[in-house]
């Protein structure tokens, strides 16, 4: 019998919460310095400028996730997180004039899929084998 991802992910405590958003915004910020390091920029002046968007998209995709019920769920929380991360940093680095070639869009959604989710779904994994 398998547990339910939201039956398996509580009761959440303060600590698991603040951890799990701490490490999502620590994989925003890398994704923005190693796209930033990638093109040659400087990865400290613009890092700011590249990161921002993503970070909004992600402080928004955890409030409509209601992320901090099950931060390590991977369906539930990941991918929600995720794509509305991609989503909302696309659409701000629009509206403030930045950069959005497709290829772009390809690689950052690529790139914070296997970020946001993956490591949810190792979380899931280590857990499963865990319960063994």
């Known amino acids: 019998m398998t547990v339910p991802e939201s039956a398996a992910a509580s009761p959440v ?3 698991t919460v603040l951890g799990a958003l701490a ?5 925003v910020i890398a994704f923005a310095a190693i796209g930033r ?5 400087d990865v ?20 409509v996730t209601r992320a901090w019920r099950a931060p ?5 929380t990941g991918l929600g997180v995720w794509a509305i991360t991609v989503a909302g940093g696309m659409l701000l680095r ?6 959005t070639a497709l290829a772009f869009i390809i690689v950052a959604s690529l790139t914070l899929l296997v970020a946001l989710v993956g490591w949810r779904v190792i979380v899931a994994v280590v857990r499963r084998v ?3």
Do not use: K
Request: glycine letters at 14%; hydrophobic letters at 50%.
């Open 72 to 76: 390590a769920a991977p369906v539930r």
């Open 44 to 63: 400290w002046t613009g890092l700011w400028q590249t990161a921002w968007p993503f970070l909004a998209g992600l402080g928004i995709g955890w409030l």
């Open 23 to 27: 490490l999502d915004v620590a994989l």
């Open 37 to 41: 390091a990638s093109h040659d920029s």
């Open 13 to 15: 405590g303060r600590a």
């Open 94 to 99: 629009w509206a403030s004039g930045q950069g």
């Open 130 to 132: 865990r319960r063994r």
